[in-house]
């Protein structure tokens, strides 16, 4: 019964993944903007905002344990990153494996990959400082929290003056496809747009949270502590499901589409929802805490070394996955 419920909610999801991308194409297409714009912040921050609750209700509104409610918050703030940056990644390349092969490459447009990647890397590296500042000297950590959010209204303002020169280049969003509710007899105008996002992320929020159920109730099975909890499974229940529309883009050959949207919420969730944490959390360097930040670094480094280097091939991504299981045999040793 348990399993039947997951995947019932799980197909939930991918359905509404696919009602969400194909809204989102035409709204980025309406808009004239570029793919990188509508995947780094309308899809990342769209999909994002379901996990992006987990967090803020654990440490705002969380059981009456302040403890559990603090290692709640902490692994879900980490573990996004964590699981967009490794193995949201390599689920990607395994998907283009079939029709690219191990060294087909990635096309996305390198320029708004490199600046998701380098944002992300100076935010999250603030994140991973803030661990080893006592809590007594709250000035530097309130400080560290200010320039991480900051660094995110910076972003937003970059990646939008970017748009207009993508689009005379040829990166404007496309809709490749009509849209559903076009296809039932409706114009393809604002308030169908509007339509179609509004109710296919609202699936992706009631999928979310039913797949979330399922999770809770198979938790106490794996006899696992609440913050690795949140670190390895919440994510993967609330996050990679809605990744699903990087899949869908992967497949149909808009790599920067499916690239933006993992790299978008990686700042997204790399810069707002840390500095919660550092604000309201102990914020601590415990292993499984450590480790996480250590190895999403590494991940995003990896990918930001391979752009740097040229050719972006399916195998590299591979290296992305290795440093999952890496952690997976970390908090588990």
């Not at 194409?25 to 994002?48: N, Q, R, W, Y």
């Not at 007594?136 to 020169?165: D, H, K, N, P």
Request: aromatic fraction near 8%; hydrophobic fraction near 55%; glycine fraction near 10%.
């Amino acid at each position: 019964m348990l399993l039947a419920e997951m995947l019932f909610f799980l197909l939930v999801i991918l359905v509404a993944a696919e009602v969400f991308v194909n809204a989102l194409e035409h709204l980025g297409e309406k808009l004239k903007i570029s793919e990188g714009v509508t995947g780094s912040l309308f899809a990342a921050v769209g999909t994002a905002l379901p996990e992006t609750i987990v967090p803020l209700l654990a440490i705002f509104a969380g059981t009456q344990n302040q403890q559990l409610n603090e290692e709640i918050g902490v692994g879900a703030i980490l573990g996004a990153p964590l699981m967009l940056s490794t193995l949201s990644l390599f689920l990607m390349a395994a998907f283009a494996f079939k029709k690219r092969g191990l060294q087909g490459h990635f096309n996305p447009e390198h320029t708004g990959l490199e600046r998701d990647l380098n944002f992300f890397l100076a935010a999250f590296g603030l994140s991973c400082l803030a661990l080893f500042i006592p809590h007594e000297i709250s000035e530097v950590r309130t400080g560290l929290a200010f320039v991480m959010v900051l660094t995110y209204f910076i972003y937003i303002m970059m990646t939008l003056r970017a748009s207009a020169q993508l689009v005379r280049d040829g990166h404007g969003t496309e809709a490749e496809n009509p849209m559903f509710l076009s296809r039932l007899g409706l114009p393809t105008n604002w308030p169908t747009i509007i339509l179609q996002l509004g109710t296919g992320l609202v699936l992706l929020i009631l999928g979310a949270k039913g797949f979330i159920h399922g999770i809770e109730q198979a938790a106490p099975l794996l006899g696992i502590s609440a913050l690795v909890l949140s670190l390895l499974i919440v994510p993967i229940a609330t996050e990679l499901p809605e990744k699903v529309n990087s899949i869908l883009w992967i497949r149909r050959h808009k790599d920067t589409l499916a690239f933006g949207n993992i790299t978008g919420a990686m700042v997204f969730q790399g810069t707002l929802l840390p500095a919660i944490g550092i604000l309201l959390t102990p914020w601590i360097p415990q292993r499984e805490v450590l480790s996480g930040i250590v190895v999403t670094l590494l991940a995003a480094l990896w990918l930001r070394v391979i752009l740097t280097r040229g050719q972006l091939r399916v195998w590299h991504l591979a290296v992305n996955g290795g440093l999952y299981f890496t952690y997976l045999l970390i908090v588990m040793a």
